[in-house]
């Protein structure tokens, strides 16, 4: 036999291997997920998820569908009252067609089906195509990232967190030509404030168009709130929306803001200005950081996840599950481990601090939250510490030798279609 065909046989056994391979790993992850799910609804019978936040989405739908009093309301046994815009509460609707049994259910699915996606973005955005398309892959790590303690809360409290992350990532991650982009983002806003942070982003990085793109896609939640939804609306954007203990408590370990971290650490419920100012500081640095990371080095993936940790630590309330962009925050530091023990020693070091759950560890019923030692703050807020290191190393990142596509400070091209087989090449 010539060494060309033993060349031939071998492709064609290892290709073989390949293929016989990759059934086996998709039965595999598959049944890592079942056995993921059946974890959940083990620990589902033990304590029961409380699904409280589907329960306030579906008595929304149902006050915007019967015209009711959008925020005169509270339900469950914690008295939550509804705190998200006028526009969100006619999403809600459908939410009200579905017995509250069978909702929370579906809920539990629709989220999986959103982390599955979530993942998918991010593995794109960090350049692991092969991965974004590897259905084993995917399933893998859907498995492993349903026990995320953000990404656990998200599914135990029937939150929309994931949806919301979904849909931001997605738009941020078009090309910068496409047609509409920024529009999902300013939609996302309309659903809850936060994410208008995105806009801020896309305009400080010279994409004005989508900024401007954003802008009207909140415009248009805004106005179809009013046109459904007039008093509601009038309601929210004069009053409510500024009505921060609505939402909770700042001082209790559920916020894992930097208003949450100041009001412990001081033993203050009401830290005031003494929040404000490092909230302010932290909001002018984290975008700066994102804009210089993305513009000095070419890193708009980069520039959103700083986007997002500084939206996070200067909200003024920012609950554990809000923080589900740990998952994008996670594929994109394991994007970058190959060949760096150190790097990933920082990726395990991560994935530890979203999965153990220290914030629940330390007592905190009743005003305990209050009267933490020293040792027991670093437990009781691991995300802002977390996301404060974060923007602090991005920003230090940018001062060094500039590696980007343009020069240190000069506005990236805008990305089309044809660009993006020659930038997942090079990646």
């Given amino acids: 036999m010539s060494a060309a065909d033993g060349t031939r046989t071998w492709r064609s056994r290892s290709a073989w291997a390949l293929s016989a391979a990759s059934p086996r790993r998709l039965v595999l992850a598959a049944a890592l997920l079942v056995a993921s799910f059946a974890g959940l609804w083990v620990l589902h019978q033990v304590q029961p998820l409380s699904m409280s936040d589907i329960a306030v989405y579906r008595a929304e739908g149902e006050a915007a569908a019967a015209g009711g009093d959008l925020y005169g309301f509270t339900v469950t046994e914690w008295a939550l009252p509804a705190t998200y815009p006028p526009f969100a509460a006619l999403l809600f609707i459908p939410t009200t067609w579905l017995p509250l049994g069978t909702l929370t259910a579906v809920c539990v699915l629709v989220n999986a089906a959103f982390l599955v996606l979530l993942i998918h973005l991010s593995c794109k955005a960090a350049g692991l195509r092969r991965a974004a398309r590897s259905a084993p892959t995917l399933l893998a790590a859907?498995?492993?990232?349903?026990?995320?303690?953000?990404?656990?809360?998200?599914?135990?409290?029937?939150?929309?967190?994931?949806?919301?992350?979904?849909?931001?990532?997605?738009?941020?991650?078009?090309?910068?030509?496409?047609?509409?982009?920024?529009?999902?983002?300013?939609?996302?806003?309309?659903?809850?404030?936060?994410?208008?942070?995105?806009?801020?982003?896309?305009?400080?990085?010279?994409?004005?168009?989508?900024?401007?793109?954003?802008?009207?896609?909140?415009?248009?939640?805004?106005?179809?709130?009013?046109?459904?939804?007039?008093?509601?609306?009038?309601?929210?954007?004069?009053?409510?929306?500024?009505?921060?203990?609505?939402?909770?408590?700042?001082?209790?370990?559920?916020?894992?803001?930097?208003?949450?971290?100041?009001?412990?650490?001081?033993?203050d419920p009401e830290p005031g200005l003494l929040w404000a100012v490092p909230a302010l500081l932290t909001a002018v640095a984290g975008l700066w950081a994102a804009r210089r990371v993305c513009l000095r080095r070419g890193l708009d993936g980069w520039g959103v996840l700083a986007t997002a940790v500084t939206a996070l630590l200067v909200s003024p309330i920012s609950w554990s599950h809000h923080w589900v962009w740990c998952v994008p925050l996670l594929i994109a530091l394991a994007a970058h481990t190959r060949r760096s023990p150190w790097r990933r020693a920082l990726l395990a070091v991560v994935t530890l601090a979203f999965t153990v759950r220290t914030m629940w560890i330390v007592p905190h019923a009743g005003y305990l939250d209050l009267h933490f030692s020293w040792w027991q703050q670093l437990l009781a807020a691991p995300y802002p510490l977390l996301g404060l290191a974060l923007l602090v190393a991005l920003f230090c990142r940018t001062f060094r030798t500039t590696d980007g596509p343009g020069a240190p400070g000069s506005i990236p091209a805008p990305r089309t279609d044809q660009d993006l087989p020659a930038r997942t090449a090079a990646s």
């Fill in 142 to 267: 859907t498995a492993l990232g349903l026990w995320l303690e953000p990404v656990f809360q998200t599914l135990a409290f029937g939150q929309i967190n994931l949806a919301l992350t979904c849909l931001v990532l997605w738009d941020l991650s078009r090309p910068d030509g496409a047609r509409g982009k920024g529009f999902a983002t300013g939609i996302a806003a309309g659903i809850k404030l936060t994410p208008a942070i995105f806009a801020v982003y896309l305009l400080i990085t010279g994409r004005v168009r989508a900024a401007c793109t954003a802008l009207a896609g909140f415009l248009v939640s805004v106005l179809l709130g009013w046109l459904v939804l007039p008093e509601a609306s009038v309601e929210f954007w004069t009053r409510r929306m500024f009505e921060t203990d609505r939402v909770g408590k700042v001082w209790i370990v559920d916020n894992q803001s930097l208003q949450g971290l100041i009001s412990r650490l001081l033993h």
